[in-house]
């Protein structure tokens, strides 16, 4: 299976059309069919938007990865969230992950404090 085939079948999966895709992404259909029929290959931009839009990783649309983000989250919002921030720089995803590791370690104290 190759980039295509996962665009397509993810697109599938959710039921829209070429055109849906499409047009949340900025594409027209003509693209989207290009990149399904293995024609073209798309941009890193444009991958990275596939991703976020069929709710998976440009990992699992390069690759074939069996480690989907929906397979490992089922909060949409925190799938939204962590997407966002892969794209940020290093120097803030840096300060985000500190962030998340604090709020872990303060809720695990307070579990065990209570």
Do not use: C, W
């Amino acid at each position: 299976m190759d980039i295509g085939d996962r665009i397509k079948e993810l697109r599938n999966a959710k039921n829209i059309t070429q055109s849906g895709r499409a047009e949340k992404i900025g594409l027209t259909y003509i693209q989207i069919g290009r990149y399904e029929k293995g024609k073209s290959t798309p941009s890193a931009d444009v991958l990275q938007k596939l991703a976020v839009a069929l709710d998976t990783t440009t990992d699992f649309l390069m690759n074939g990865g069996t480690e989907q983000v929906n397979a490992q989250l089922a909060d949409k919002d925190l799938i939204r969230h962590f997407k966002e921030i892969e794209l940020l720089p290093e120097k803030d995803k840096s300060i985000v992950k500190e962030l998340i590791d604090a709020f872990i370690t303060k809720k695990k104290i307070q579990e065990l404090a209570g």
